[in-house]
């Protein structure tokens, strides 16, 4: 993770670095395993080295087309397989921001009319060098 200067992706193209909306959400979700007995006993151990499960739920509404088309290109580029940097505000609070490294396997691009459109997407965390 390193420190940057700005919340978002950078897409490429005429927009470059774009921002989310902010209201964009992240769910995060353990991974445990468990074994449960007959008696109603139950152990649970961290599965893996990284064991926070987060996804990213991001939108960019009412942008303009050439936006939307950018970062719609962008996220086909990646095909799902391509992990991008994704820059999140720092949960320490202190004001800082943070770079993950996510995949986008599902996206939505919804079109208003010829100059305006929106791109909402989930985007979850990977580990990787």
Known sequence: MSKTDHIGINVGGVSGFVTPDKNFSKKTKPRVLKVSFGDGYEQR???GINTLIENFSISFNN???QEID???DFLDSKGGTTSFN???PDPDGAGNETTVKV???DYNQVYYN????SCT???RRVYEA
């Open 103 to 105: 995949v986008c396997e």
């Open 70 to 72: 950018d970062i719609v």
């Open 63 to 65: 942008r303009p087309t």
């Open 121 to 123: 997407a989930t985007l």
């Open 45 to 47: 151990l961290k599965e």
């Open 86 to 88: 994704f820059t999140i």
């Open 114 to 117: 010829l100059n305006i459109g």
